[in-house]
Every structure is written in C-alpha cells, then in structure tokens.
C-alpha cells in the first residue's frame, strides 16, 4: 500500500521536462525521457538484459549521455555506467563508482523504506550532484560545473513497448 501512496506522490510533486531548470536534465528529458524512438539492441552494450521494462528508455538515456556501456554493479565496478538494486549495494560502494565518474542507475529507488532511506544517503551525498528520480528507476551522477540538484520526473506512462504493450503494465 505505501508504494502505491508513494506512486501517487511521486506522481503529484514531480515534473515533466517543462519543469526543469538544468540544460543537461532538460536536454535528457527532451531527447530520451519524453520523445519515444527505437534504438537498436546492441547501441549500448548490456552484460546481460536487465528484467525491467525501461531498457529501452535506459538506452536512450544512455545514448544522449553518450554512453556506451552499462554493467550490473559488482564491487570495484568501473564501468561508465553501472545498473544496480540498492537491496544488493551498499551505498558507501556506489558513491565510489560515482567519485569515479561513473553514472550510476537505481533498480526502484522507491521499493521500500531500506532502499529509500538508501537512496536518501545517495542523493544527499556532495559527490552526487545530479540526480533523476523517475520513480521506477534513478539515475545518480557527478557533473563538474553543475550546482547540486535533485530532479523527480514523470515516468512516461503513455510511451509503448517496441511489442505494443503499454510500459508499466
């Protein structure tokens, strides 16, 4: 039940890319968030398919970051982009990856009280200066020459599947 109240909040106090005041995050928004376009499978090289129904969003993120590759977090991950599950992670380990440089995406920051108060330390954190909640999934990064922001987005509910199936179902 307090997912789905969390949902719902999320939901109400977020925005969509018309609401952000960063060029960065509004360009993100603008090219991958909010403008749906297939992306061939093998752009960004995945170890292995994540089981979440935004790759295809990820992907796109990944692109206009210009990123080419996204590893499931392991300790001493070096990746440029690394997906992980904060229920596996500690935060101290992903802070690490962060200082390294690398873009880190949380699997359902909002899963639970543990990973939220988690993803709490993370987003708090002074090494972290942008980060993207997109309630399903976020997105943690250092930017030099940015100010420290937090941005909550709109999962775009009204975007499809490449299979034509609506995404959140």
């Not at 969509?16 to 090289?45: E, M, W």
């Not at 639970?112 to 997109?134: F, H, M, T």
């Not at 976020?138 to 930017?143: A, C, D, K, S, T």
């Not at 709109?154 to 299979?163: E, G, K």
Request: overall charge positive; some cysteine.
């Amino acid at each position: 039940m307090r997912y789905i109240w969390d949902l719902v909040k999320h939901f109400w106090l977020s925005n969509s890319r018309h609401g952000t005041h960063s060029p960065f995050v509004y360009k993100l928004a603008d090219q991958a968030i909010y403008r749906p376009y297939a992306v061939p499978d093998n752009a960004v090289a995945f170890p292995e398919q994540p089981p979440v129904c935004y790759v295809a969003m990820l992907r796109r993120i990944l692109i206009v970051m210009d990123i080419a590759r996204i590893e499931r977090w392991t300790p001493g991950s070096e990746a440029p982009a690394i997906w992980c599950d904060l229920l596996t992670a500690s935060a101290e380990e992903l802070l690490l990856c962060v200082r390294r440089g690398s873009v880190v995406v949380v699997h359902e920051p909002m899963k639970s009280r543990a990973v939220r108060r988690k993803w709490q330390v993370l987003v708090s954190d002074p090494d972290v200066v942008v980060s993207i909640n997109l309630f399903h999934f976020g997105v943690i990064l250092h930017r030099e020459g940015q100010r420290k922001e937090h941005f909550l987005l709109r999962y775009p509910y009204w975007q499809r599947n490449p299979d034509g199936r609506r995404r959140g179902n």
